[in-house]
C-alpha cells in the first residue's frame, strides 16, 4: 500500500508542481527486511521450517519486484531529461537472532517529562535522541537528558547505558530482557513504571548493513560508469552540483564528479548554513 500512495502523491505533486528538485521515500523495504530476513536467508537461523520458507521465502523479493514498477513509473514520470539519483543509505544482513528489544521511544520521552525538547527514534536497544526545543538551549538541554537518563532504574539497576555525541545523546539498553521481565517496576523522573510500557519485543532477524548503494540516470550522469568508495554523505553536494548551486566548503562529503559528464568547475561557498 505504501509504494502506490507514494507513488500516487509524488505523481501528483510533480505534475503540479514542476520542481527542479523533488525526493520520495519508500521504506518498506526496510521495515520488511527487518522481520522476514529469516526466510530470506533461512541458512543463517536455526528455527525456520519449511512452511515458513514456502509461505514468506520470497516476500523480500516480492517487494522489490513490485517497486521495480513503482520505479519504471516514477522514472517515465521524471522523463528522460531528468537526473534521477536511486539512493539507500545501508544494507541488510541476517542479525539479531530470533527475538530482540527495543524502547518505545514515545513513552520514554514522555517518562522523561522532555516530550516538548526532545524527539526519539529507536532501533533494537539502541534510541536516538533530537533535539527540537531552543537551538540556543541544545548543550543545556542535552546535558539535562543525559542526567535523567542516568536515573533510569529497574530494581535498582541501571535501565539504559549512555552514549553522549555532539548533536546530543543516544542510549542503550544495558541488560538482557526476558518475557518474565516485563512487570519490573522502573524508577523514572515522571515516577515509577512497568517495564513493559518502556520496552516491547520485536520479531527481527535483519540486521542494517553499512554497505549502500547509489543509482543513477540522466543527461548530467556518465552512462556505465561503476562508483567505487562512494558514501551518503557525498549525495547532497553531487546534487547541488548537477543542479548548478554552490557546495558548502564545511559541508561533509564530495561531488562524485568521476560519475558526470558535467564539465563545469565546482562552485564553493564557505557554508550553506546562512542560507537555510
Not at 59 to 79: E, P, S
Not at 189 to 211: K, M, Y
Amino acid at each position: 500500500i505504501q509504494l502506490v500512495v507514494n507513488e500516487d502523491i509524488f505523481a501528483e505533486n510533480y505534475a503540479c508542481v514542476n520542481p527542479r528538485l523533488a525526493t520520495v521515500t519508500f521504506y518498506g523495504s526496510d521495515a520488511l527486511s527487518h522481520v522476514a530476513w529469516k526466510f530470506h536467508e533461512p541458512e543463517a537461523f536455526d528455527a525456520v521450517t519449511p512452511d515458513e520458507i514456502a509461505r514468506f521465502g520470497e516476500t523480500i523479493r516480492d517487494y522489490y519486484r513490485r517497486f521495480d514498477g513503482t520505479l519504471q513509473r516514477l522514472l517515465a514520470t521524471a522523463g528522460p531529461e531528468t537526473n534521477v539519483f536511486l539512493v539507500s543509505d545501508h544494507g541488510f544482513r541476517a542479525g539479531y537472532g530470533s527475538e530482540s528489544w527495543s524502547l518505545r521511544t514515545e513513552a520514554l520521552v514522555e517518562a522523561l517529562g522532555e516530550s516538548g525538547t526532545f524527539r526519539a527514534h529507536g532501533l533494537a536497544a539502541r534510541v536516538f535522541f533530537i533535539h527540537i526545543g531552543d537551538p540556543a538551549r541544545r548543550a543545556e538541554d542535552s546535558a539535562r537528558l543525559e542526567a535523567k537518563l542516568g536515573t533510569l532504574a529497574a530494581d535498582d539497576q541501571p535501565l539504559l547505558r549512555i552514549e553522549t555525541t555532539t548533536e546530543g545523546s543516544s542510549a542503550q539498553l544495558a541488560f538482557s530482557v526476558r518475557p518474565g521481565d516485563l512487570d519490573r517496576r522502573v524508577q523514572t523522573p515522571s515516577g515509577i513504571r512497568q517495564l513493559g510500557e518502556l520496552v516491547t519485543d520485536q520479531a527481527w532477524s535483519g540486521d542494517h548493513e553499512a554497505r549502500g548503494v547509489i543509482i543513477a540516470r540522466g543527461p548530467a550522469i556518465r552512462r556505465g560508469y561503476r562508483i567505487e568508495g562512494a558514501t551518503i554523505v557525498d549525495v547532497a553536494p553531487t546534487l547541488l552540483h548537477v543542479l548548478g548551486e554552490p557546495v558548502g566548503a564545511d559541508q561533509d562529503g564530495h561531488v562524485l564528479r568521476e560519475m558526470l559528464t558535467l564539465d563545469r568547475p565546482i562552485a564553493s561557498v564557505p557554508s550553506l548554513d546562512p542560507m537555510m
